[in-house]
Nanobody, 126 residues
């Protein structure tokens, strides 16, 4: 079974940067689309970004376009989310999720993904 483990969260000041990692085990990542979601207290889990299996396509929520960059290293079975120019409203628990790319129709919908990590906390505060 595919297992995902996030890391790289922490406390950062506004304007700072963090790089999240999502490490996979159990299956090669080559055929999976990988997405990052986040959930702030009292809010729904929302899609942040997604990268297709072929690496040809990346997707971003409007709120993070130009600030976040998603990338993957299939050989290392790891997906990264580089987050720059962080804002207090980026504070949330960040989750990575995986699903066979051929099955994903709406990358931003959490119901599309069967595999989830446990989450990593990102706090942006001065």
């Amino acid at each position: 079974q595919l297992q995902l483990v996030e890391s790289g969260g922490g406390l950062v000041q506004p304007g700072g940067s963090l790089r999240l990692s999502c490490a996979a085990s159990g299956f090669p990542l080559d055929y999976y689309a990988i997405a990052w979601f986040r959930q702030a207290p009292g809010k729904e889990r929302e899609g942040v970004s997604c990268i297709s299996s072929s690496d040809a396509n990346t997707y971003y929520d409007d709120s993070v376009k130009g600030r976040f960059t998603i990338s993957r290293d299939n050989a290392k079975r790891t997906v990264f989310l580089q987050m720059n120019s962080l804002k207090p409203e980026d504070t949330a628990v960040y989750y990575c999720a995986a699903e066979l790319a051929s099955r994903v129709q709406a990358w931003y919908a959490k119901y599309e993904y069967d595999y989830w990590g446990q989450g990593t906390q990102v706090t942006v505060s001065s």
